[in-house]
């Protein structure tokens, strides 16, 4: 049974600060990492993709990826408030398998 | 729009009678992936078609549910009989092809009541 866990939150940051929302998978196979931002009442939407040991940048994310621990995290710099949603972290195994996600962790920025 | 069009954004049934739930996914996309997310759960993978073929449906309970991608038109996820616990969001997700390093993307999903 492939798992990815996550802590369901919620996490609460202050405007400004990092968050940082982690991630772990039990499938030692994984070869694609993924983070989704949900709105309540709104569809996933994709924030970044990480497929290589270490970090990738863009804007005011950061993806890390360990593959020796099997943990994937997502940092957000300067936190806003408009980042408050539900970030799903999501990984897949290979060629034509499901993306397999976590419940999710509830992040709330607080101005 | 460009994006996976799901329709119809909401759908009320009573027991006993058929959702029909569609997805039109973004073009250039020939992969389609059905997602079913109850209140505070995460997404749960239910099945995955490509054009007239389901590759996976491991995620799909074994009856009443059916899912089609045909050669021409959306892909049509089917529930027969909804009972209450049928009650969810149901998401339909796309990717251009089946290499691990394709993301999905999703469209705004059906929203199914069941009363």
């Known amino acids: 049974q492939k798992e990815v866990e996550q802590n369901s939150g919620p996490l609460s940051v202050p405007e400004g600060a990092i968050a940082s929302l982690n991630c772990t998978y039990s499938?030692?196979?994984?070869?694609?990492f993924f983070w989704y931002r949900q709105y309540s009442g709104k569809s996933p939407e994709l924030i970044m993709f990480?497929?290589?040991?270490g970090d990738k940048e863009d804007g005011r994310f950061t993806a890390q990826l360990n593959k020796a621990s099997q943990y994937v995290s997502l940092l957000i710099r300067d936190s806003q408030p408009s980042d408050s949603a539900t970030y799903l972290c999501?990984?897949?195994?290979?060629?034509?398998?499901?993306?397999?996600f976590g419940k999710g962790t509830r992040l709330s920025v607080i101005a | 729009n460009a994006g996976v069009m799901q329709n119809p954004r909401h759908l009320v049934r009573r027991r006993g009678q058929e959702a029909r739930l569609r997805c039109s996914p973004m073009?250039?996309?020939?992969?389609v992936y059905w997602y079913r997310q109850l209140p505070e759960e995460g997404l749960k993978f239910m099945v995955y078609?490509?054009?007239?073929?389901?590759?996976?449906e491991s995620g799909m309970p074994k009856e009443r549910f059916s899912a089609e991608f045909p050669k021409e038109g959306p892909s049509i996820l089917r529930i027969q009989q909804v009972v209450r616990g049928d009650s969810a969001a149901y998401f339909c997700?796309?990717?251009?092809?089946?290499?691990?390093?394709?993301?999905?993307?999703f469209g705004n999903g059906t929203r199914l009541t069941v009363t």
């Open positions: 997700a796309s990717s251009p092809g089946g290499t691990g390093r394709s993301p999905l993307h």
């Open positions: 499938d030692r196979g994984s070869q694609s």
């Open positions: 990480i497929y290589s040991n």
């Open positions: 999501a990984v897949k195994h290979s060629g034509n398998t499901p993306l397999v």
């Open positions: 073009k250039g996309h020939s992969h």
């Open positions: 078609l490509q054009k007239e073929n389901i590759i996976d």
